[in-house]
């Protein structure tokens, strides 16, 4: 291979990614002040500059070499598909006229992609694989052209050579690329993005000279799509992998090539990456597996490509067993393996730093490991695989003294918890037959507004969290706004949400959430075995961020004896108590809680899962018996936990929908169960939905227009639905021929009689004047609906707010 850089061999330390929204989260605030109008485009490009070079500064400090390019350059603006998609010119026929003449999208035009402007929805977003990151889906067609656009890439290589700093670019490689993506809407029936590999290639490869020419000495392309099952055959993707990897290594004047495989294990397909002529493959050895004996031989010999050992666990927060995993580091160097040590994944799925929780418990902060103790664990292990175990000593008898004291830490096992989810059996897990359930339901009148109609109205829960809301909770955080006065706070809030909906015409109401920082946080702060950190972001998608909570011990809801205390229904009763339209009791599902959660990695998931729901469970009977008679449970990470490969998928599905089941199935037959599922792609698990049981589903469908429901209609779903009519996820107000259009669409595929019309998700994030004008038009198209199929309610229709049998 010739190249136009320097041979730089690969590092003995490294990671794949690094959290990339910042410490204080500066780049979400860049953003947001440029697509606000605040900031211009130059001071958007230098804070984000600036972030990378404090990262990269930040990381040599850690250890990390400065220039034999350990530093991955994997800095999106917005998401790293798309940042892929721009730098492949891959723009869709719908967004065709962003494009300049050489076919090149610039930074503007790439957040039309990401957010949709007036006239357009912006690209799909779903869940990238079984992580709570959402990426923007490529739609790609067989006309879709593609053109190198490496500016943005090359600009990022050379203001770090400036500084100091060799790094290693970083794309979605091009088979992931395409298996990602989905056909575009001018597509034929059948056709599949990854036939599009050949034409995609030689833009790859001049990607490459172009990275070579500008100093970069490897580039890092990532394939986490081969360590999951696809629809496509096995012997395709292994022909998908044979074609594309020699043909990007017989690239004259090319960096070297790591390829990564997070997520999972690539199996079968290890083999032609590693034959490719890669000079490096990166292997997750989390949530995958050491390759076995015939499969390091691929690492052997002169020419052999470096194992990249993903060692250090790149999802969750927990301390690595050092000396294990150095254990396992040297056996694979006795097998021959040229080994370097990495993180699982990018570390953008943690937040930057535990050192600055000083509000953790110090014995919990001691158990605790985030992106710097993480790149810190990376290196104490390259450093014991180079000069032996006396090198880091210190550091392996730390690590294994801070295991041994969570494994005998008060409240990380409660028997009393234990002895009652082992008590539980089949019988409390699940409610009558749906037709028993139903007619329950017909059998409550609906106080003075009569049944509700067909094609009910409701949102999914959250209303806007205004920047008043946000500082009285900072302000009764900090100690500066009593008690009494903050509740007198939220119960105007609450009140002026309820009129809202009122005078908009919803016909099934909420509180709005104001009590709520976030829909898992404000749980694990009523819980006992949580904890909530203060600087713990982490990127869920664009500029938004999550502070994922800890969940460290045996769950149960705090207050005295085993049930403890409802802590919901003081807010939602109040809503209640000021309409005579049902309001719905909110509350989120076990199996979101757990995935939106750092979760303790001692016992099995389903066990923590069981514990969570029973907690649930007695918060599903407060509200009940507080006469709420709608109780949303909402479980949108259903999809995202979903195991990559299919032979692992039953028995997740089985012990997820049992832990929804036993949330919600302690109530009676007449109070109506709704659920919400958002961004996934939710036809694998069309089953699973189904054996939820709940008698209201609502879902996201407004980006995929709908497609979801073809498969629950071959399913024979026949339970209340509310595909989503509104993309919250985007700035842009829907119009309300758009919404009749979507209900139409809805309407080829369910009943009058069980469809409910209903936004994609919580409005949380979105501002009162776009959620006003969208509602309107939201209610005005379900109306009109109504108007044409003129059918009367029917079955899970019928509720009455605070009604006994």
């Given at each position: 291979?010739?190249?136009?850089?320097?041979?730089?061999?690969?590092?003995?330390?490294?990671?794949?990614?690094?959290?990339?929204?910042?410490?204080?989260?500066?780049?979400?605030?860049?953003?947001?002040?440029?697509?606000?109008?605040?900031?211009?485009?130059?001071?958007?490009?230098?804070?984000?500059?600036?972030?990378?070079?404090?990262?990269?500064?930040?990381?040599?400090?850690?250890?990390?070499?400065?220039?034999?390019?350990?530093?991955?350059?994997?800095?999106?603006?917005?998401?790293?598909?798309?940042?892929?998609?721009?730098?492949?010119?891959?723009?869709?026929?719908?967004?065709?006229?962003?494009?300049?003449?050489?076919?090149?999208?610039?930074?503007?035009?790439?957040?039309?992609?990401?957010?949709?402007?007036?006239?357009?929805?912006?690209?799909?977003?779903?869940?990238?694989?079984?992580?709570?990151?959402?990426?923007?889906?490529?739609?790609?067609?067989?006309?879709?052209?593609?053109?190198?656009?490496?500016?943005?890439?090359?600009?990022?290589?050379?203001?770090?050579?400036?500084?100091?700093?060799?790094?290693?670019?970083?794309?979605?490689?091009?088979?992931?690329?395409?298996?990602?993506?989905?056909?575009?809407?001018?597509?034929?029936?059948?056709?599949?993005?990854?036939?599009?590999?050949?034409?995609?290639?030689?833009?790859?490869?001049?990607?490459?000279?172009?990275?070579?020419?500008?100093?970069?000495?490897?580039?890092?392309?990532?394939?986490?799509?081969?360590?999951?099952?696809?629809?496509?055959?096995?012997?395709?993707?292994?022909?998908?992998?044979?074609?594309?990897?020699?043909?990007?290594?017989?690239?004259?004047?090319?960096?070297?090539?790591?390829?990564?495989?997070?997520?999972?294990?690539?199996?079968?397909?290890?083999?032609?990456?590693?034959?490719?002529?890669?000079?490096?493959?990166?292997?997750?050895?989390?949530k995958g597996a050491a390759p076995a004996p015939a499969e390091l031989a691929l690492f052997a010999?002169?020419?052999?490509?470096?194992?990249?050992?993903?060692?250090?666990?790149?999802?969750?927060?927990?301390?690595?067993?050092?000396?294990?995993?150095?254990?396992?580091?040297?056996?694979?160097?006795?097998?021959?393996?040229?080994?370097?040590?990495?993180?699982?994944?990018?570390?953008?799925?943690?937040?930057?730093?535990?050192?600055?929780?000083?509000?953790?418990?110090?014995?919990?902060?001691?158990?605790?490991?985030?992106?710097?103790?993480?790149?810190?664990?990376?290196?104490?292990?390259?450093?014991?695989?180079?000069?032996?175990?006396?090198?880091?000593?210190?550091?392996?008898?730390?690590?294994?003294?801070?295991?041994?004291?969570?494994?005998?830490?008060?409240?990380v096992r409660d028997a009393a918890v234990r002895e009652r989810a082992a008590s539980l059996t089949?019988?409390?897990?699940?409610?009558?037959?749906?037709?028993?359930?139903?007619?329950?339901?017909?059998?409550?009148?609906?106080?003075?507004?009569?049944?509700?109609?067909?094609?009910?109205?409701?949102?999914?829960?959250?209303?806007?969290?205004?920047?008043?809301?946000?500082?009285?909770?900072?302000?009764?955080?900090?100690?500066?706004?009593?008690?009494?006065?903050?509740?007198?706070?939220?119960?105007?809030?609450?009140?002026?949400?309820?009129?809202?909906?009122?005078?908009?015409?919803?016909?099934?109401?909420?509180?709005?959430?104001?009590?709520?920082?976030?829909?898992?946080?404000?749980?694990?702060?009523h819980l006992d075995g949580f904890a909530t950190t203060v600087h713990g972001w982490v990127q869920?998608?664009?500029?938004?961020?999550?502070?994922?909570?800890?969940?460290?011990?045996?769950?149960?809801?705090?207050?005295?004896?085993?049930?403890?205390?409802?802590?919901?229904?003081?807010?939602?009763?109040?809503?209640?108590?000021?309409?005579?339209?049902?309001?719905?009791?909110?509350?989120?599902?076990?199996?979101?809680?757990?995935?939106?959660?750092?979760?303790?990695?001692?016992?099995?998931?389903?066990?923590?899962?069981?514990?969570?729901?029973?907690?649930?469970?007695?918060?599903?009977?407060?509200?009940?018996?507080?006469?709420?008679?709608?109780?949303?449970?909402?479980?949108?990470?259903?999809?995202?936990?979903?195991?990559?490969?299919?032979?692992?998928?039953?028995?997740?599905?089985?012990?997820?929908?049992?832990?929804?089941?036993?949330?919600?199935?302690?109530?009676?037959?007449?109070?109506?169960?709704?659920?919400?599922?958002?961004?996934?792609?939710?036809?694998?698990?069309?089953?699973?939905?189904?054996?939820?049981?709940?008698?209201?589903?609502?879902?996201?469908?407004?980006?995929?227009?709908?497609?979801?429901?073809?498969?629950?209609?071959?399913?024979?779903?026949?339970?209340?639905?509310?595909?989503?009519?509104?993309?919250?996820?985007?700035?842009?107000?829907?119009?309300?021929?758009?919404?009749?259009?979507?209900?139409?669409?809805?309407?080829?595929?369910?009943?009058?009689?069980?469809?409910?019309?209903?936004?994609?998700?919580?409005?949380?994030?979105?501002?009162?004047?776009?959620?006003?004008?969208?509602?309107?038009?939201?209610?005005?198209?379900?109306?009109?609906?109504?108007?044409?199929?003129?059918?009367?309610?029917?079955?899970?229709?019928?509720?009455?707010?605070?009604?006994?049998?």
């Amino acid at each position: 291979m010739s190249t136009t850089t320097p041979a730089v061999p690969f590092p003995a330390a490294t990671i794949t990614g690094y959290p990339r929204i910042g410490r204080r989260r500066e780049l979400k605030q860049a953003l947001e002040a440029y697509w606000a109008g605040r900031s211009t485009r130059e001071e958007l490009e230098a804070a984000a500059g600036e972030l990378q070079l404090a990262t990269y500064r930040r990381l040599v400090e850690l250890g990390l070499g400065a220039q034999d390019a350990s530093l991955p350059a994997a800095f999106p603006l917005y998401d790293q598909v798309l940042d892929t998609t721009v730098a492949l010119g891959a723009v869709p026929s719908r967004f065709a006229d962003l494009a300049g003449a050489d076919g090149r999208l610039d930074l503007d035009g790439s957040f039309v992609l990401a957010r949709g402007d007036a006239g357009r929805a912006p690209l799909e977003l779903t869940k990238w694989f079984d992580t709570n990151y959402h990426y923007l889906v490529p739609e790609i067609g067989p006309g879709t052209p593609f053109t190198a656009s490496a500016g943005r890439l090359v600009a990022d290589v050379r203001r770090a050579a400036e500084n100091g700093f060799t790094v290693r670019p970083v794309l979605v490689g091009p088979v992931s690329f395409l298996l990602l993506a989905k056909a575009d809407d001018d597509a034929p029936a059948g056709f599949d993005p990854l036939q599009r590999l050949a034409d995609l290639l030689p833009v790859y490869a001049q990607l490459l000279g172009e990275l070579a020419a500008a100093g970069a000495p490897w580039v890092q392309l990532e394939e986490p799509a081969l360590v999951a099952d696809q629809d496509v055959p096995a012997a395709r993707l292994a022909a998908a992998v044979q074609e594309a990897y020699p043909a990007l290594t017989a690239v004259p004047g090319r960096p070297r090539l790591l390829v990564t495989t997070s997520y999972g294990s690539p199996g079968a397909l290890l083999r032609p990456l590693a034959r490719s002529g890669v000079e490096a493959v990166h292997l997750d050895l989390v949530k995958g597996a050491a390759p076995a004996p015939a499969e390091l031989a691929l690492f052997a010999g002169e020419g052999a490509p470096v194992l990249v050992a993903g060692a250090v666990d790149g999802r969750n927060v927990w301390r690595a067993d050092l000396a294990g995993r150095l254990g396992e580091l040297e056996d694979l160097a006795r097998a021959g393996a040229r080994v370097a040590v990495a993180s699982s994944t990018s570390l953008f799925h943690v937040p930057h730093d535990v050192a600055e929780e000083t509000r953790l418990h110090p014995l919990l902060r001691s158990w605790l490991a985030f992106a710097d103790q993480k790149v810190g664990e990376i290196v104490t292990l390259a450093r014991g695989l180079a000069a032996g175990r006396g090198a880091v000593a210190d550091r392996l008898a730390e690590a294994a003294a801070a295991r041994r004291s969570r494994e005998d830490a008060p409240g990380v096992r409660d028997a009393a918890v234990r002895e009652r989810a082992a008590s539980l059996t089949s019988a409390e897990i699940g409610r009558a037959p749906a037709a028993v359930r139903r007619a329950a339901q017909e059998g409550r009148s609906f106080t003075a507004s009569g049944p509700l109609p067909p094609l009910p109205t409701t949102t999914i829960g959250s209303f806007p969290q205004t920047a008043e809301v946000r500082a009285a909770r900072a302000r009764h955080r900090a100690g500066a706004l009593p008690d009494a006065e903050y509740e007198g706070f939220l119960r105007e809030e609450i009140e002026r949400v309820v009129r809202l909906q009122e005078e908009l015409g919803l016909d099934v109401l909420v509180h709005g959430e104001p009590e709520r920082n976030d829909m898992v946080q404000y749980f694990a702060e009523h819980l006992d075995g949580f904890a909530t950190t203060v600087h713990g972001w982490v990127q869920s998608y664009g500029s938004r961020c999550t502070r994922p909570s800890i969940l460290w011990g045996d769950v149960s809801r705090e207050g005295p004896g085993l049930r403890g205390e409802a802590f919901t229904v003081p807010w939602i009763g109040h809503a209640q108590s000021l309409t005579d339209r049902p309001v719905k009791g909110m509350l989120t599902g076990p199996v979101t809680i757990l995935a939106w959660s750092f979760v303790r990695d001692d016992q099995p998931l389903e066990q923590t899962a069981r514990q969570v729901a029973l907690a649930l469970r007695d918060e599903v009977a407060d509200l009940e018996a507080a006469g709420i008679g709608i109780i949303q449970v909402d479980e949108p990470a259903l999809r995202e936990l979903l195991p990559l490969r299919r032979a692992d998928q039953q028995a997740y599905l089985g012990w997820s929908v049992d832990a929804f089941r036993l949330a919600t199935s302690g109530v009676r037959d007449e109070t109506q169960i709704h659920t919400h599922l958002c961004y996934s792609e939710f036809g694998e698990v069309v089953g699973a939905i189904d054996g939820l049981d709940a008698d209201v589903t609502s879902i996201e469908a407004a980006r995929s227009r709908m497609e979801v429901l073809t498969d629950l209609e071959a399913a024979g779903f026949s339970r209340g639905i509310g595909p989503g009519v509104w993309d919250i996820h985007s700035p842009r107000v829907p119009g309300q021929e758009e919404i009749e259009q979507l209900l139409e669409r809805a309407l080829e595929h369910v009943p009058a009689r069980t469809l409910w019309v209903n936004p994609d998700c919580g409005l949380k994030t979105r501002g009162y004047e776009e959620t006003k004008a969208s509602l309107e038009h939201l209610v005005a198209a379900a109306r009109t609906a109504r108007e044409r199929v003129a059918q009367p309610a029917g079955p899970a229709l019928i509720v009455q707010h605070g009604s006994r049998p």
